[in-house]
């Protein structure tokens, strides 16, 4: 909850000084960002190195006033995941959630800056790899074996809010938060008996970064 205060206190502040898109149709840049997920059996990598980019391909993508348009994107977290295993807390292994995702949503623009939210949903490719430590923990504190834990795909869907300010007319300052609904179905098996559950990899992300126009 306090990384989650923090990140509104930070959208809020560069909202006053923030970003807007660059002129060109095409920018590209560097940018930092991190993750805190609602179940804390996950755990991020903090603070992490992504892309930034923009497309401003539609006629209205430079004029002033309120503009309705597409978004979207493709994500990319790798948390890992701990749990109970016999008593005492293990990792279980590293989750890999690669969402794809499209939507639209309002934006308004007034010079150098563009304040916009919007909604993207889309199918969401998950991989879990088993940690070695967890099948150690089930064979010598539960006398079973794990067989495997398979997260299958699922539908992700985030609401965000971002903000652009044109320093020059290439280079744009990014800031952008926002809540990715993830809960992909689990099948956990032991001792060739499967269990199915649900995970809740809700996150909220943050980000912030830099774009030059290309063309």
């Keep these: 909850m306090r990384r989650a205060i923090t990140v509104l206190v930070l959208s809020a502040v560069m909202a006053t000084a923030a970003h807007a898109q660059p002129g060109n149709h095409l920018a590209l ?9 609602a179940d804390k059996s996950f755990t991020g990598r903090g603070v992490s190195i992504i892309p930034e980019y923009h497309l401003g391909l539609t006629p209205h993508s430079r004029r002033d006033g309120f503009s309705f348009g597409l978004k979207g994107g493709i994500g990319y977290a790798t948390p890992d995941r701990h749990d109970f295993i016999g008593g005492t807390e293990t990792t279980s292994g590293s989750l890999r959630l690669v969402p794809v995702m ?13 304040v916009g939210v919007g909604v993207v949903a889309g199918p969401s490719f998950n991989k879990f790899s088993v940690d070695p430590a967890a099948s150690a923990a089930y064979r010598d504190r539960l006398d079973a074996t794990l067989n495997s834990i398979e997260v299958k795909n699922s539908v992700a869907v985030r609401p965000d809010a971002s903000i652009w300010y044109n320093l020059t007319p290439s280079v744009a300052l990014h800031t952008a938060a926002g809540y990715t609904f993830n809960r992909p179905q689990v099948k ?4 060739g008996v499967t269990t199915t559950t649900r995970w809740n990899t809700d996150r909220l992300g943050y980000q912030v970064g830099l774009t030059y126009g290309v063309f």
């Design 188 to 191: 956990t098996t032991v001792d």
């Design 29 to 37: 840049g560097p940018g930092v960002g991190f993750n805190s997920y």
């Design 102 to 114: 499209v939507g639209a949503g309002p934006s308004y623009r007034s010079g150098p800056l563009r």
